[in-house]
């Protein structure tokens, strides 16, 4: 049990243990409520502009192995965000041509393409991406973990799953 916490958790130069945890961000769900988020057409009138309503804006950041992302984050942050060639702060912009929709019971939303990082050199480990509105403050989405890596001088993807009720990015039963 001891060696398998120790392939969960690093310990970082401040000497404090952490991980990237997968979720949906907790502030993202009340932001729902209150509409924070515009992720698809628009059919009522838009908070953002009365006139010319349109979607939000929705990036992903890539985070080090070493960063503590998860439900609690609530904006991006570049804390713990990875750097290298061709990797600009932020991240990359989601393509978000499907509307969010329902199967079944439950709420889905998935992006309309892979998120790709294009002739990307990231040396340092990263396991991590943030989901962000970049057009209401940046708040936080979600966060989704994957295995440990490294890029040189490539192209790192991120495919993204089948959008229905049990594969779908974000999923609200």
């Avoid at 040396?123 to 295995?147: C, E, K, M, P």
């Avoid at 993204?160 to 009720?165: G, I, L, Q």
Wanted: hydrophobic share 40%; charged share 10%.
């Amino acid at each position: 049990m001891l060696r398998r916490l120790f392939r969960i958790f690093t310990q970082s130069p401040d000497g404090y243990l952490h991980a990237n945890v997968q979720a949906m961000c907790s502030s993202f769900k009340s932001e729902l409520m209150l509409g924070a988020h515009q992720l698809g057409a628009v059919t009522i009138v838009s908070r953002t502009s009365l006139t010319a309503p349109t979607k939000d804006v929705v990036k992903a950041a890539l985070y080090l192995v070493s960063a503590s992302r998860g439900a609690a984050d609530t904006v991006y942050n570049s804390t713990g965000e990875v750097s290298g060639t061709n990797y600009s702060a932020g991240g990359v912009t989601v393509t978000n041509a499907t509307d969010p929709s329902t199967s079944g019971t439950t709420g889905i939303w998935t992006p309309s393409a892979s998120i790709v990082y294009t002739t990307v050199t990231l040396s340092t480990a990263f396991d991590a991406v943030l989901i962000y509105n970049s057009t209401q403050s940046n708040r936080a989405i979600s966060v989704h973990t994957f295995g440990s890596q490294t890029v040189t001088a490539g192209t790192f993807t991120l495919t993204m799953p089948a959008n229905d009720a049990s594969n779908a990015l974000i999923r609200i039963a």
